[in-house]
């Protein structure tokens, strides 16, 4: 059956490739959530950029749970970026940027606690991480889909 996932690990081009890479997935789109929907009822990329939003960029995932269990999504997304640095991935900065696992049900939220819990002992660091229920989904601008494969490009990442 066909599931969704949203994850902000920062920016969302390369998040986007990593999960589009992983058998299962079905389709992904970025855009923002976990921001003030009353201010800003249909975010931009110009507005969340700002910081003042309180969006996220994310990836929104919908996947065959036949074919690829929650758990290694999850194992993607740990892989994909440093969960221990509070609004920043490498270069960029901001609250836009920061790490967080949005759930749909309760079965993701306790694996997505039980993963957090893990990864935090692995790393033997603070995982700063936030775990919320799935809000609205805002897609991004047509350009941010695929940005990477559109420009030929393997990854952002410096």
């Known amino acids: 059956m066909i599931q969704k996932a949203t994850f902000g690990a920062g920016c969302f081009w390369s998040v986007q490739a990593a999960f589009d890479a992983l058998a299962g997935v ?18 931009s990329y110009a507005q969340v950029c700002t910081g003042e939003t309180g969006y996220a960029e994310v990836v929104c995932i919908w996947y065959d749970d036949a074919k690829v269990a929650y758990q290694e999504l999850l194992d993607v997304f740990w892989g994909s970026h440093d969960s221990t640095t ?13 790490s967080l696992i949005f759930y749909y049900t309760p079965e993701q939220q306790k694996l997505a606690i039980e993963s957090k819990k893990k ?10 991480t936030e775990l919320a229920p799935a809000t609205t989904f805002f897609k991004a ?18």
Not at 87 to 98: A, C, E, L, M, T
């Open 86 to 98: 509070r609004d920043r991935q490498g270069p960029d900065i901001g609250s836009q940027y920061r």
């Open 119 to 128: 990864m935090q002992q692995k790393l033997g660091k603070i995982v700063v």
């Open 26 to 43: 079905t389709k992904t789109e970025v855009g923002y959530m976990g921001g003030d929907e009353t201010r800003f009822p249909k975010p």
């Open 141 to 158: 601008e047509e350009y941010h889909q695929k940005y990477l494969v559109k420009r030929g490009m393997g990854s952002c990442r410096i």
